[in-house]
């Protein structure tokens, strides 16, 4: 039996990102996208420059406020982000038909068998991430593994604009499992 290959794509700060390129003064800032302090909002979205504030997603942006006074709050422009993701997914179908999108910024690739017949996913995620760049001046991480868990837990190790891999000889002592500790039947 083959070993799965499958890659999974985070865009980096997706909304904030966009933002940050359409308009070259929030660059370098801390960002939001989401609704206003000022009427109960949430943040939908932060720049990895507000993220060192402790800013996260589904923060209420009171909270993000308070963290970050000088923050940038930007409303959603979803028929943007949907946009720019389509343009990313059809990226992905140039390498394989088994793209499973997770959201607008997320994805996973199954490329054990892909249309290029390139023999690594690693080049594959490269020659991706390469194309979402050059086309959509964004960035992307990607996790590489043998299974969906394992390139989630990939991609998120080295972000932004990261890749990361995890062969299958490192799966084990990647997710921190203890084989001796493991019931019998549990192994």
Known sequence: MQTRKIIHVDMDAFYASVEQRDNPSYRGKPLVVGGSPNQRGVVA???YEARKFGIHSAMPSITAF?????????????????????SIHAIFKRYSDLVEGVALDEAYLDVTENKQNIPYASTIARHIKTAIFQETKLTATAG????????K???????????????????IAFVGVDIAKLSPGAR
Do not use: H
């Not at 028929?79 to 720019?84: E, H, Q």
């Not at 590489?144 to 390139?151: G, Q, R, T």
């Not at 837990?153 to 799966?171: C, F, H, R």
């Open 45 to 47: 979205a932060a720049s």
């Open 144 to 151: 590489v593994s043998i299974n969906k868990f394992l390139a």
């Open 153 to 171: 837990m990939a991609s998120g190790q080295n972000k932004p604009n990261g890749l990361t891999v995890i062969l299958p000889e490192d799966a």
């Open 66 to 86: 308070a963290k970050c006074p000088g923050l940038i709050f930007v409303r959603p422009r979803f028929d943007v982000y949907r946009n720019i993701s389509t």
